[in-house]
């Protein structure tokens, strides 16, 4: 029964790591596989050096324990050496913590627990991850060559100049977790950002007769001018149709708000279709069964993507939720008036969430408690 084993080979992953062909995934079992995709998840926001006082021996007996006692099919190959330089030690102790958490994961998936806004049946990943059409999944955490672009990266994805056909239009799945926002250039030019907690699904290259992508979450459009071929931006419950424009589209919270810069777009819904001209916002809101168009002031609402946080009369309950995504916390606020709170200010989106809370203090009677380790924030409102 030994080829039902699934085998973990500890050496080959660390010479993977220590030459970097983290992405070179065809040597490797899907167990080893799984192993690297949690390590590319992990190491980002962590510090390599600590890594290196971990106790390497003593970590991946634990790591064995736990697996065999969880899966009696596991069978760990070859225990990793303490090698003189902090590197190596640090790939182990990664691969511990890769280790760790692919077990946590795999566990919660046999035991789901509630999670507050988790979408069911959808994974979140905690990296910018591409769905590739071949049914590849890419981290875009380091420069890479990715087939088809000229430029992959933590920061943007730029795809060639092209076109397709009919019968060969294959679909890509761009997946930007909470506390990132992301940068595209699609095949005809268009150029995208996609926000925080947000999906977009698009061809590599498209066809010679349309144009056409689907979101969730939030997304700026440049659209790329082209007369012959409209570009469609698609969601569960409307669809925009485009020939050369700059629009916001966000579709959290089961809400439709398509905000128009320039140009012009038509969005239909629910049979129904309506114009925007620039400086027009278009809402909906479940079950979608009617539209609001108001005039806005756009930069309130496209602000985002240049790294800017602007809140023009808008509820604390409404900034939490927001700051949620960008920062990628769980904001527990207390109960009462003091959700409706009204805030307006305009301000950079500071790299840690601690300067944003500050500010909010200093224009509320609320207080934030910060639990780094559970990334949660606790509201309360202070005692006068």
């Known amino acids: 029964m030994a080829n039902s084993k699934k085998h973990i080979d500890n050496d080959k992953l660390l010479r993977y790591l220590e030459s970097g062909q983290t992405q070179d995934y065809s040597a490797l079992s899907e167990s080893e596989r799984e192993l690297l995709r949690e390590y590319q998840a992990l190491k980002e926001p962590l510090d390599l050096k600590e890594w290196a006082k971990a106790d390497v021996d003593e970590g991946w007996q634990t790591l064995t324990r736990r697996l065999e006692q969880q899966d009696a099919d596991w069978i760990m190959i070859g225990q990793p050496k303490v090698l003189r330089f902090w590197r190596y030690a640090a790939a182990a ?6 280790g ?3 077990l946590y994961f795999r566990d919660t998936a046999r035991h789901p627990h509630p999670i507050a806004g988790a979408t069911a049946g959808k994974k979140a990943p905690s990296a910018i991850t591409l769905l590739t059409a071949e049914g590849r999944e890419v981290v875009l955490d380091t420069l890479r060559t990715l087939s088809g672009t000229t430029t992959a990266s933590n920061e943007e994805l730029i795809y060639e100049k092209g076109q397709g056909t009919m019968q060969h239009i294959s679909y890509n799945t761009l997946i930007v977790p909470r506390g990132y926002t992301y940068h595209l250039v699609l095949s005809d030019g268009t150029k995208v950002w996609l926000n925080a907690d947000s999906r977009l699904r698009y061809p590599s290259l498209f066809s010679k007769d349309a144009r056409l992508v689907n979101i969730e979450g939030e997304a700026y459009f440049e659209v790329a001018s082209d007369a012959e ?29 398509t905000t128009l810069v320039h140009g012009k777009v038509m969005v239909l819904h629910g049979g129904d279709s309506t114009y925007l001209q620039p400086g027009q916002q ?3 809101k479940a079950p979608y069964d009617n539209v609001q168009v108001n005039k ?18 808008t509820t604390l309950e409404d900034i939490c939720r927001r700051l949620e995504r960008v920062y990628n916390y769980t904001i527990i606020l207390p109960e009462g008036k003091v959700r409706e709170r009204k805030i ?13 809370t500050q500010l909010l203090e200093k224009m509320t009677d609320v207080h934030f408690n910060i639990n780094q380790n559970e990334r949660t924030i606790t509201a309360y409102v202070a005692n006068k």
């Open 344 to 356: 307006e200010a305009s301000l950079p989106q500071y790299r840690e969430i601690s300067s944003i």
């Open 93 to 98: 102790a990664v691969l511990l913590l890769a």
């Open 100 to 102: 760790t958490a692919w």
């Open 229 to 257: 071929r409209p570009f469609m931006v698609q969601n569960a419950h409307a669809t925009i149709k485009v020939l050369g424009t700059a629009f916001n589209i966000n579709t959290y919270d089961s809400n439709i708000a």
């Open 282 to 284: 278009l809402i909906s």
């Open 296 to 313: 806005v002031d756009t930069e309130i609402y496209t602000a985002w993507k240049d790294g800017e946080l602007i809140f023009d009369g």
